[in-house]
């Protein structure tokens, strides 16, 4: 009634780009704020301080005059951008860190493409945590360092933890500083029940994945999403298009979103 039927017109348009998005049409209506790294978003000063072929590893400028001597490694999931843990200043966990006084490194993985399709677990183990574990272990003197893997990089850091556990299960240990803490955040690591994603994931279900790494290398981030449209499907994907859809409700930036 206030808006005399715009409110309406909106939501039907941004049903109809929902839509189109999902089919990898373009939208018809501007697409809203940019979400830029650096500028909008990921905007914790820092600075790449070692690269390999899978990973760079980021460490972050000092907010204090002095730092605790234990630095903080961050290993996010390789499906996300490392600024999934810093997005707006006033919720970032990695501002928050540095502010504490806390020296924090992140990694940040690459993008594969078909030219990874070789790659496997002991390489993402290896080029991963391992990898930068030891350089954040020469950077910082040997101290003792505090990890934290969230999503995927938490199951990836919990398998490097238990392998650095065992007397010759990494050959290059030694260069790698002793694990003062590990801090997991949304992360698996007993896959025995694999909760609500176990009802997408069959023999069948596998053996197609399996061939459409071999054909391309990689998924996409289409193929990707899928996946997390299907889980909690009554809460996640109707509830955004709703949100979308209410009248006189405006969009939320991504990551000031509700989450479910």
Same mark, same amino acid.
């Given at each position: ?12 348009? @941004? ?6 998005? *999902? ?17 909008? /978003?990921? #905007?914790?000063?820092?600075? &790449?301080? @070692?690269? #390999? ?7 972050? !400028? ?5 730092? =605790?001597?234990?630095?903080?490694? %961050? /290993?996010?999931?390789? %499906? +996300? ?9 006033? #919720? ?5 860190? /540095?502010?504490?006084? @806390?020296? /924090? ?5 690459? #993008? ?8 496997? +677990?002991?390489?993402?183990? =290896? ?12 950077? !910082? ?17 919990? %398998? ?21 803490? &590990? ?17 997408? %994931?069959?023999?069948?279900? &596998?053996?197609?994945?399996?061939? !459409?790494?071999?054909? *391309?290398?990689?998924? !996409?981030?289409?193929? +990707? ?17 709703? &949100?979308?859809? *209410? ?14």
């Amino acid at each position: 009634m206030h808006t005399q039927g715009g409110s309406l017109a909106r939501g039907a348009s @941004h049903a109809l780009d929902d839509w189109r998005q *999902r089919r990898g049409l373009a939208p018809l209506q501007d697409a809203g704020p940019v979400f830029r790294p650096g500028i909008e /978003v990921a #905007n914790t000063p820092g600075q &790449v301080v @070692h690269r #390999n072929h899978l990973a760079e590893l980021i460490q972050y !400028t000092p907010m204090t005059p002095r730092v =605790q001597r234990e630095p903080v490694f %961050i /290993v996010p999931s390789w %499906i +996300m951008k490392f600024y999934i843990l810093d997005l707006s200043p006033h #919720n970032s966990l990695v501002r928050y860190l /540095v502010e504490q006084g @806390h020296t /924090v490194f992140m990694l940040s993985w690459r #993008n594969p493409d078909e030219g990874d399709a070789l790659l496997d +677990m002991p390489d993402y183990l =290896q080029l991963g945590v391992l990898d930068a574990l030891a350089a954040i272990t020469r950077l !910082t003197g040997g101290v003792p360092i505090h990890a934290a893997g969230y999503c995927l990089g938490g199951t990836l850091l919990a %398998i490097a933890a238990a392998a650095l556990a065992r007397p010759r299960a990494v050959p290059a240990a030694a260069a790698i500083a002793l694990l003062a803490s &590990v801090t997991l955040l949304a992360a698996q690591v007993d896959f025995r029940d694999a909760g609500d994603l176990g009802v997408l %994931i069959d023999e069948a279900q &596998v053996a197609t994945l399996e061939d !459409t790494m071999a054909e *391309r290398g990689f998924l !996409t981030g289409q193929q +990707m999403g899928g996946s997390f449209q299907f889980l909690h499907a009554q809460r996640r994907p109707q509830r955004g298009h709703r &949100v979308r859809a *209410r009248p006189c409700r405006a969009q939320l930036p991504a990551d000031a979103q509700p989450r479910g």
